[in-house]
């Protein structure tokens, strides 16, 4: 095993080449002004973090409340099939910019790692890809294109209430299904557009090289479906191989159809969430005294996390000039529970905007946001919580700009 001066000399004597090599090559192909290519396309993966107007569709949630307002009312105007005032995440990847810097957080995370070798620093540096702004149109909801035509721009297959593990899974262990939409009919769904946007298989990962994937949080509606059926916190962290296991395969198969650049989505803190705060109360000792989050909740989502991104640096182990981005939504978020004011929102982070109950959570699903008798604060930019489940538009773009400014 190398010293660890002699590993780092030569992780940023093999970035620095890496990235020369990296320009010149894409230089011929792209037609990029500064030689590096540029994404056509976004491919969406998720659940109502990530749906854009699937579930306004699907039938058994078409009519829901996020379909009333006052969703959508902060930059819309009106509801516009997300589950927040206004945009969400994936709203916001359009236009931004990331880069091969975020290589090097990653070799500084291997530094620190007891037991790291060379060997993973080339695995890590082989799989970066160097990308200007996005500059792609929003992606089309599957369930409301039919054509390759439709779709040809992109697609999200995100839809609210989906979960990772097929409802028949969830069923077998005895826990409710909430919609009977899992990851594996999302990546059917993408396999079905692939086979649409083209006949040839060389034509179809053409494409899908030339895409951005996007996998929004997936996995809190397992979680939430063992919590509501009387599992305790232990018990539900028992889907956690499971749940990651399935997101793995469905990457794999992303990347099998000939995706180059997936950015996968870890969890939110569970204990910071107004609804899981409201029906789960824990013991005195269970909440962080600065944040008011529940650690415990908190704890399946940081094991959720960890056994996420051991699964990516097995993708990056074995499929060598890809890139496999790991997106952060839990330290922003704890963050600003923390010192909210610092973040520039509110000082009750932990109370949903809309909806009703009080208290200091102000959540309570019979006066669930859009429901008669709920109401709205009067500035959702300095809350974190739209509807006590789902973040307004102001965290949404913090999120995005938390996530992506460690990339730019």
């Known amino acids: 095993m190398f010293s660890m001066a002699t590993v780092s000399r030569l992780a940023v004597a093999a970035l620095f080449f890496f990235l020369l090599a990296a320009e010149a090559a894409s230089a011929p192909v792209t037609g990029s002004k500064h030689g590096i290519e540029r994404y056509s396309r976004i491919f969406g993966f998720g659940n109502s973090l990530t749906d854009t107007g699937n579930s306004d569709i699907y039938p058994l949630t078409a009519g829901g409340v996020s379909t009333r307002p006052p969703y959508g009312q902060t930059y819309f105007g009106h509801p516009s099939g997300r589950a927040s005032d206004g945009r969400i995440i994936i709203d916001f990847l359009g236009n931004r910019k990331l880069n091969c810097l975020w290589v090097l957080e990653l070799i500084t995370h291997l530094l620190c790692k007891r037991g790291s070798s060379s060997s993973h620093f080339v695995t890590f540096?082989?799989?970066?890809?160097?990308?200007?702004?996005?500059?792609?149109?929003?992606?089309?909801?599957?369930?409301?294109?039919?054509?390759?035509?439709?779709f040809v721009n992109g697609v999200n297959f995100a839809i609210s209430g989906a979960t990772v593990l097929e409802p028949e899974f969830l069923r077998s262990k005895g826990l409710m299904v909430f919609v009977p939409v899992s990851l594996i009919n999302e990546t059917n769904w993408f396999?079905?557009?692939?086979?649409?946007?083209?006949?040839?298989?060389?034509?179809?990962?053409?494409?899908?090289?030339?895409?951005?994937?996007?996998?929004?949080?997936?996995?809190?509606?397992?979680?939430?479906?063992?919590?509501?059926?009387?599992?305790?916190?232990?018990?539900?962290?028992?889907?956690?191989?499971?749940?990651?296991?399935?997101?793995?395969?469905?990457?794999?198969?992303?990347?099998?159809?000939?995706?180059?650049?997936?950015?996968?989505?870890?969890?939110?803190?569970?204990?910071?969430?107004?609804?899981?705060?409201?029906?789960?109360?824990?013991?005195?000792?269970?909440?962080?005294?600065?944040?008011?989050?529940?650690?415990?909740?908190?704890?399946?989502?940081?094991?959720?996390?960890?056994?996420?991104?051991?699964?990516?640096?097995?993708?990056?182990?074995?499929?060598?000039?890809r890139a496999?981005?790991?997106?952060?939504?839990?330290?922003?978020?704890?963050?600003?529970?923390?010192?909210?004011?610092?973040?520039?929102?509110?000082?009750?982070?932990?109370?949903?905007?809309?909806?009703?109950?009080?208290?200091?959570?102000?959540?309570?699903?019979?006066?669930?946001?859009?429901?008669?008798?709920?109401?709205?604060?009067?500035?959702?930019?300095?809350?974190?919580?739209?509807?006590?489940?789902?973040?307004?538009?102001?965290?949404?773009?913090?999120?995005?700009?938390?996530?992506?400014g460690r990339f730019q």
């Open 191 to 321: 396999k079905h557009v692939v086979r649409l946007l083209s006949p040839s298989v060389h034509e179809q990962r053409k494409i899908m090289a030339n895409s951005f994937f996007f996998v929004g949080e997936m996995g809190i509606n397992d979680y939430y479906a063992a919590l509501l059926s009387n599992r305790t916190i232990d018990q539900t962290a028992s889907l956690v191989p499971h749940v990651v296991g399935t997101i793995r395969k469905a990457i794999t198969a992303m990347v099998t159809s000939g995706a180059r650049t997936v950015m996968v989505t870890g969890m939110p803190p569970l204990g910071c969430a107004p609804y899981l705060l409201a029906q789960f109360p824990g013991a005195p000792s269970d909440y962080d005294p600065v944040s008011g989050c529940n650690t415990r909740l908190n704890g399946l989502a940081e094991r959720h996390n960890r056994a996420l991104k051991v699964a990516l640096l097995k993708l990056m182990a074995t499929y060598r000039f």
């Open 324 to 404: 496999f981005i790991y997106a952060d939504v839990y330290s922003p978020i704890v963050n600003v529970a923390t010192s909210p004011t610092k973040y520039g929102f509110g000082k009750t982070p932990l109370a949903a905007c809309c909806g009703g109950g009080g208290g200091k959570y102000n959540f309570n699903f019979t006066m669930f946001c859009g429901v008669r008798g709920s109401t709205t604060c009067t500035d959702p930019s300095k809350s974190v919580y739209w509807d006590g489940i789902h973040f307004t538009e102001a965290a949404n773009r913090f999120i995005a700009s938390a996530v992506l």
């Open 125 to 150: 540096l082989i799989c970066v890809q160097a990308v200007e702004k996005l500059k792609v149109p929003q992606p089309l909801p599957y369930l409301a294109g039919k054509t390759a035509a439709d």
